[in-house]
Structures are given as structure tokens and as C-alpha cells.
């Protein structure tokens, strides 16, 4: 059974750092892509970050250079380090991992969220 459990996220000053984390239960980490999303009140769930099982990153934009995934394969976890905070960031934040098998399946997984909250 999968399980992602998202922690770190809290209330922060504009300016400010957060480092949220998933942990990934089951045996699918080191084969998924994991991504960072965010849903705002009122608005649609956007992609914030994703890191591949080989490394690669992506960025939205709005986030690019604040910013950074990265992933802990030893320890099955997923960081995403968020600097300069803007109160626009302000979001539940939640973590997916996307699994594809070798009949090119896709099988996605979602944690609960953590909330950020950031003031101005």
C-alpha cells in the first residue's frame, strides 16, 4: 500500500523559509516521478515542482529561483525548500507520486496536504 504523508508546512512572514516533506511508504519511490502541487482557496490545483526518479527538476514559474526539489532515495523522501516567500504562495501544499508501469500504466498517488500560509 502507498502512502505519502506531507509535513512542514506552518505560517511565515513574507521573505521567509519553509522546507516541506513527503515521505513515500511502499515500493514505488526510487521508480516515480514526484511532484509538489498547491491549491489555493478558490483557485485550481497548480503544479508547483516535480523531481524524476533520475533527478531531473522542473519549476513553475512563479517559483523558479525560490524554489528547489530535490528527493532522498535512502529515505524514500521528497523536500521541496521554499525561500522568499510570497504571501501569493500561500496554499495547501501536496505532494504526488506518479508511477508508470512497464504496460505504461500510469498510477498516481496524492498525500493529505500541508498547509502554508504566508503574511504579508
Known amino acids: 500500500q502507498v502512502q505519502l504523508v506531507e509535513s512542514g508546512g506552518g505560517l511565515v512572514q513574507a521573505g521567509g523559509s519553509l522546507r516541506l516533506s513527503c515521505a513515500v511508504s511502499?515500493?514505488?519511490?526510487?521508480?516515480?516521478?514526484i511532484g509538489w502541487y498547491r491549491q489555493a482557496p478558490g483557485k485550481q490545483r497548480e503544479l508547483v515542482a516535480t523531481?524524476?526518479?533520475?533527478?531531473?527538476?522542473n519549476y513553475a514559474d512563479s517559483v523558479k529561483g525560490r524554489f528547489t526539489i530535490s528527493r532522498d532515495n535512502a529515505k524514500n523522501t521528497v523536500y521541496l525548500q521554499m525561500n522568499s516567500l510570497k504571501p501569493e504562495d500561500t496554499a495547501v501544499y501536496l505532494c504526488?507520486?506518479?508511477?508508470?508501469?512497464?504496460?505504461?500504466?500510469?498510477?498516481?498517488?496524492w498525500g493529505q496536504g500541508t498547509q502554508v500560509t504566508v503574511s504579508s
Open positions: 504526488n507520486a506518479r508511477n508508470i508501469d512497464y504496460l505504461a500504466r500510469v498510477y498516481d498517488y
Open positions: 523531481i524524476t526518479s533520475s533527478g531531473s527538476t
Open positions: 511502499g515500493s514505488i519511490f526510487r521508480g516515480s516521478a
